[in-house]
C-alpha cells in the first residue's frame, strides 16, 4: 500500500512539474507543492519496520526474548548485558544522562532511588493482576510514595548449610542442626576443637572491597533480632541502633570458629567452597548452593532454616532478587509494561528454575515446583512460601556506595578488633553522616 502511495506521488510531481514548465511568468515560491514533507514522514513512518525494545537483563532476558517476540510479532527485542549492582547502577544512570535509557532494565537495588529522582515509572496497574500471587516480600521494596516501580523475575533466600561428614567427623549429630544461636555457637566450638586444625565449626564471608554480600548475610541476623540499621522507611543509616550490639558480639565470637584467613578472603567462592571441600561444617547458604555444592563434590550437603535468637522470630532475607524497572525515557512504554508483566505471568514463572536454576516469584510457581524437586531445595521454598518475615537490604537514598563502605568498615572493626562494639558503631555513624 504504502508503495502504490509513494509511486502516484512521484507521477502527482511530475505532473505539476511539467505543468510549471509551461507557464513561465509563474513565481516557484507560490506553486511549490506544501504536502510534500507531510507525505514523506508518512511513508518514513509506514516503513520504519518493528518496534524495537530494548532491555537490558541478565542471561534469563534472553530466555523470555523468543517467547516474547512469538506472542508480539511487531516487536524485536534488544537485550544486553550491562553488568550488575553498582555497575549496572552506573550505567543506568549514563545512559539516563545522555538520553539513552534503555526501555526496561533489570537490577535488584536502587529501585527507590531511581523512583525518588524520577527516572521509573509506576507500575501499580501492570502488578495488581499478578500481586495476590506474588511472594510480597519480592516487591515491598519496590514501593516508593505508594506507588510500586519494579516487577520481580526470580528470586532467592537464605538457609543454614551443613557439611554432614564434618559435623559427624567431630562427633555430632547431623539430623539434628541447631535452631537457637546458641546451639549454633556451641556446635561451632565443639566441631573446631575436635577439628584441631583440620577442620572448623563456620564460615563467615568478611566485608571485602565494595562487596555486600557479607552485608547481605549478616543482615538476616540483624533482621532475626529486630536490630534494623537503618531508620525513615529503611532509607537513612542508624548504624549506632544500640539494638545491633548483642548480634555483632554473636558475629563476633562466630567468627572465632572460621577456618584461619577465610574471613578476609576477597575470593566468594574460595570463603563458600571451604564447606564444600571439608573444611568447615556451617555458613549461611543462598537459593543457588545445592547445586554448587553438588558440583564442587560435596557428599552430604544439607540444608535447613536458620537459627534464630531465644528472644527473635524467623525471618529471612530476599537475595538475588531480579527486579524489572521501567525507565521514564522509554520510547515504548506500553510494550515496556507487556515485558514486565510477560516476565512475571504465572506460565514464565513456571520455566524460571528450569531455564535459570533461581526460584520463582510466585506462590503458584513455587508450589508446583515442589514435588519436582529435592529436599534441599524445598529448604528454600518452604522459606519463600511460609516465612513472614522476608525482607530486602536497605534502600539508601544518599551515596549507596559509600554508605555501604561505611557498614563494610564497622563490620570490618567487629571481625578483626576487639574493640568495644557500642564504641565501633558510635564511629560508624559520625563516619556516614558525613556523606553528602
Same mark, same amino acid.
Given at each position: 500500500?504504502?508503495?502504490?502511495?509513494?509511486?502516484?506521488?512521484?507521477?502527482?510531481?511530475?505532473?505539476?512539474?511539467?505543468?510549471?514548465?509551461?507557464?513561465?511568468?509563474?513565481?516557484?515560491?507560490?506553486?511549490?507543492?506544501?504536502?510534500?514533507?507531510?507525505?514523506?514522514?508518512?511513508?518514513?513512518?509506514?516503513?520504519?519496520?518493528?518496534?524495537?525494545?530494548?532491555?537490558?537483563?541478565?542471561?534469563?532476558?534472553?530466555?523470555?526474548?523468543?517467547?516474547?517476540?512469538?506472542?508480539?510479532?511487531?516487536?524485536?527485542?534488544?537485550?544486553? $548485558?550491562?553488568?550488575?549492582?553498582?555497575?549496572?547502577?552506573?550505567?543506568?544512570?549514563?545512559?539516563?544522562?545522555?538520553?539513552?535509557?534503555? /526501555?526496561?532494565?533489570?537490577?535488584?537495588?536502587?529501585?527507590?532511588?531511581?523512583?525518588?529522582?524520577?527516572?521509573?515509572?509506576?507500575?501499580?496497574?501492570?502488578?495488581? /493482576?499478578?500481586?495476590?500471587?506474588?511472594?510480597?516480600?519480592?516487591?515491598?521494596?519496590?514501593?516508593?510514595?505508594?506507588?510500586?516501580?519494579?516487577?520481580?523475575?526470580?528470586?532467592?533466600?537464605?538457609?543454614?548449610?551443613?557439611?554432614?561428614?564434618?559435623?559427624?567427623?567431630?562427633?555430632?549429630?547431623?539430623?539434628?542442626?541447631?535452631?537457637? !544461636?546458641?546451639?549454633?555457637?556451641?556446635?561451632?566450638?565443639?566441631?573446631?576443637?575436635?577439628?584441631?586444625? $583440620?577442620?572448623?565449626?563456620?564460615?563467615?564471608?568478611?566485608?571485602?572491597?565494595?562487596?555486600?554480600?557479607?552485608?547481605?548475610?549478616?543482615?538476616?541476623?540483624?533482621?532475626?533480632?529486630?536490630?534494623?540499621?537503618?531508620?525513615?522507611?529503611?532509607?537513612?543509616?542508624?548504624?549506632?541502633?544500640?539494638?545491633?550490639?548483642?548480634?555483632?558480639?554473636?558475629?563476633?565470637?562466630?567468627?572465632?570458629?572460621?577456618?584461619?584467613?577465610?574471613?578476609?578472603?576477597? /575470593?566468594?567462592?574460595?570463603?563458600?567452597?571451604?564447606?564444600?571441600?571439608?573444611?568447615?561444617?556451617?555458613?549461611?547458604?543462598?537459593?543457588?548452593?545445592?547445586? !554448587?555444592?553438588? /558440583?564442587?563434590?560435596?557428599?552430604?550437603?544439607?540444608?535447613?532454616?536458620?537459627?534464630?535468637?531465644?528472644?527473635?522470630?524467623?525471618?529471612?532475607?530476599?537475595?538475588?532478587?531480579?527486579?524489572?524497572?521501567?525507565?521514564?525515557?522509554?520510547?515504548?512504554?506500553?510494550?515496556?509494561?507487556?515485558?514486565?508483566?510477560?516476565?512475571?505471568?504465572?506460565?514464565?514463572?513456571?520455566?524460571?528454575?528450569?531455564?535459570?536454576?533461581?526460584?520463582?516469584?510466585?506462590?503458584?510457581?513455587?508450589?508446583?515446583?515442589?514435588?519436582?524437586?529435592?529436599?534441599?531445595?524445598?529448604?528454600?521454598?518452604?522459606?519463600?512460601?511460609?516465612?513472614?518475615?522476608?525482607?530486602?537490604?536497605?534502600? !539508601?537514598?544518599?551515596?549507596?556506595?559509600?554508605? !555501604?563502605?561505611?557498614?563494610?568498615?564497622?563490620?570490618?572493626?567487629?571481625?578483626?578488633?576487639?574493640?568495644?562494639?557500642?564504641?565501633?558503631?558510635?564511629?560508624?555513624?559520625?563516619?556516614?553522616?558525613?556523606?553528602?
Amino acid at each position: 500500500m504504502f508503495r502504490l502511495k509513494k509511486q502516484m506521488f512521484i507521477v502527482q510531481l511530475l505532473v505539476i512539474l511539467v505543468v510549471l514548465s509551461g507557464c513561465g511568468g509563474a513565481e516557484p515560491a507560490n506553486t511549490a507543492p506544501t504536502a510534500k514533507p507531510v507525505e514523506e514522514k508518512q511513508v518514513e513512518e509506514v516503513d520504519s519496520g518493528p518496534i524495537e525494545l530494548v532491555v537490558w537483563s541478565s542471561d534469563f532476558g534472553l530466555e523470555l526474548t523468543e517467547a516474547f517476540e512469538k506472542e508480539h510479532p511487531n516487536v524485536k527485542v534488544i537485550m544486553s $548485558d550491562m553488568g550488575w549492582d553498582q555497575e549496572l547502577y552506573q550505567n543506568t544512570l549514563n545512559a539516563i544522562q545522555t538520553g539513552n535509557a534503555p /526501555d526496561v532494565v533489570v537490577g535488584e537495588s536502587y529501585v527507590q532511588r531511581l523512583a525518588s529522582e524520577g527516572h521509573l515509572l509506576p507500575l501499580d496497574e501492570v502488578i495488581n /493482576d499478578l500481586k495476590t500471587d506474588l511472594v510480597p516480600g519480592t516487591y515491598i521494596d519496590s514501593e516508593y510514595e505508594g506507588n510500586v516501580y519494579s516487577i520481580p523475575l526470580f528470586t532467592g533466600v537464605f538457609t543454614l548449610e551443613r557439611n554432614c561428614e564434618v559435623v559427624e567427623k567431630a562427633g555430632l549429630d547431623c539430623n539434628s542442626p541447631p535452631t537457637s !544461636w546458641d546451639e549454633l555457637l556451641e556446635q561451632a566450638k565443639t566441631i573446631t576443637e575436635q577439628g584441631e586444625g $583440620d577442620y572448623y565449626g563456620y564460615s563467615i564471608q568478611g566485608p571485602t572491597g565494595l562487596s555486600v554480600g557479607s552485608i547481605f548475610r549478616l543482615a538476616v541476623y540483624l533482621e532475626q533480632a529486630g536490630a534494623p540499621i537503618c531508620k525513615n522507611s529503611c532509607t537513612e543509616p542508624y548504624f549506632n541502633n544500640p539494638d545491633t550490639i548483642a548480634v555483632l558480639e554473636f558475629i563476633r565470637e562466630l567468627n572465632r570458629f572460621t577456618p584461619p584467613g577465610l574471613t578476609l578472603n576477597p /575470593d566468594e567462592g574460595q570463603v563458600y567452597t571451604a564447606l564444600f571441600e571439608g573444611k568447615s561444617a556451617y555458613q549461611i547458604a543462598g537459593s543457588w548452593h545445592p547445586n !554448587w555444592a553438588k /558440583d564442587a563434590g560435596c557428599k552430604d550437603c544439607r540444608y535447613s532454616p536458620l537459627p534464630f535468637p531465644d528472644e527473635g522470630e524467623a525471618a529471612n532475607k530476599v537475595v538475588g532478587n531480579a527486579v524489572y524497572m521501567v525507565l521514564a525515557q522509554s520510547k515504548h512504554p506500553e510494550m515496556a509494561y507487556e515485558w514486565v508483566k510477560f516476565a512475571a505471568s504465572p506460565e514464565r514463572q513456571e520455566t524460571v528454575f528450569a531455564k535459570s536454576g533461581r526460584l520463582p516469584v510466585s506462590r503458584s510457581a513455587l508450589t508446583k515446583l515442589k514435588p519436582e524437586v529435592d529436599e534441599a531445595v524445598n529448604t528454600f521454598i518452604d522459606e519463600l512460601l511460609n516465612n513472614p518475615n522476608l525482607a530486602g537490604l536497605p534502600q !539508601w537514598r544518599i551515596d549507596p556506595q559509600r554508605t !555501604w563502605g561505611v557498614y563494610n568498615e564497622l563490620l570490618m572493626d567487629v571481625l578483626t578488633t576487639e574493640k568495644p562494639i557500642g564504641e565501633i558503631i558510635e564511629e560508624a555513624q559520625l563516619n556516614v553522616e558525613k556523606i553528602k
